[in-house]
């Protein structure tokens, strides 16, 4: 198991107080598990900190207007690719089949292409396997986290350290990404428009069912040793 994706998943979780509880352990174990440089790790810090000090709710708050009430932040990766397209249908579905291949076996309420959710399955991988799948979301991990670059979130440290481990991206597939119109999640008419053709699916990160393995992620992050050799499976940490 790689702790260090696990650990990612679920600082992009929806905030619970055993997150809370969990998040001062967070730091000494990427440091032992080096697969992040030091530099990114300390990025980290400010959203730890957070976890630590900000009441559950305010934290909560937070999460649903970032990524639950703004579609270009959405943490669902085949909504950025193909939108609401049959495409999406199909991809899921083999996305599903993917997971279920290796063990992994999800919640009929979790859809596969939740980011936290897909960051697990990469976590039970062999670390070289898992870095090159995390290739493929590549530059849509890239744009979200531009996105919470400007709107100077703690947040976009996740998706930067993400951005570390997946490497650089085409610069015209995440061009494409960058043109879509940033959505303002106060702006409640413009939010009902998008939304009105559709029923309203939140993830598993949602304050509609909390996340059924959150319990279970914690715990493995905590009880497991990092593989032997891990530190020589990504990429150089300088």
């Known amino acids: 198991m790689t702790r260090t994706f696990k650990i990612l998943a679920v600082l992009l979780t929806y905030p619970t107080a055993e997150i809370q509880e969990?998040?001062?352990?967070?730091?000494?174990?990427?440091?032992?598990?080096?697969l992040l440089p030091a530099a990114f790790v300390k990025r980290l810090k400010p959203l730890i900190a957070e976890?630590?000090?900000?009441?559950?709710?305010?934290?909560?708050?937070?999460?649903v207007l970032l990524f639950d009430r703004t579609r270009t932040l959405s943490l669902h990766l085949f909504e950025h690719v193909h939108g609401e397209s049959r495409d999406r249908g199909q991809a899921m579905v083999d996305l599903k089949a993917m997971y279920e291949a290796k063990g992994l076996i999800i919640d009929s309420t979790e859809l596969p292409d939740f980011?936290?959710?897909?960051?697990?399955?990469?976590?039970?991988?062999?670390?070289?396997?898992?870095?090159?799948?995390?290739?493929?979301?590549a530059h849509v991990i890239a744009a979200i986290?531009?996105?919470?670059?400007?709107?100077?979130?703690?947040?976009?440290?996740?998706?930067?350290?993400?951005?570390?481990?997946?490497?650089?991206?085409?610069?015209?597939?995440?061009?494409?990404?960058?043109?879509?119109?940033d959505d303002d999640p106060e702006d409640l008419d413009a939010l009902d428009e998008a939304?009105?053709?559709?029923?309203?699916?939140?993830?598993?990160?949602?304050?509609?069912?909390?996340?059924?393995?959150?319990s279970d992620m914690l715990g493995k992050i905590l009880e497991e040793t990092p593989p032997e050799g891990i530190q020589n499976g990504g990429k150089d940490n300088g």
């Open 115 to 137: 980011l936290p959710l897909f960051l697990e399955y990469l976590s039970i991988l062999p670390c070289e396997e898992a870095l090159e799948l995390l290739q493929e979301p």
């Open 145 to 181: 986290g531009e996105r919470l670059v400007k709107r100077d979130s703690s947040y976009a440290a996740v998706l930067s350290a993400l951005g570390q481990l997946s490497g650089p991206v085409d610069p015209k597939v995440i061009e494409a990404l960058r043109a879509e119109p």
């Open 195 to 214: 939304w009105e053709a559709e029923q309203v699916t939140f993830g598993p990160g949602s304050p509609e069912d909390g996340c059924p393995k959150v």
């Open 51 to 63: 976890y630590r000090e900000r009441d559950l709710l305010d934290l909560q708050e937070r999460y």
């Open 22 to 34: 969990a998040a001062e352990d967070f730091l000494p174990l990427l440091k032992e598990e080096a």
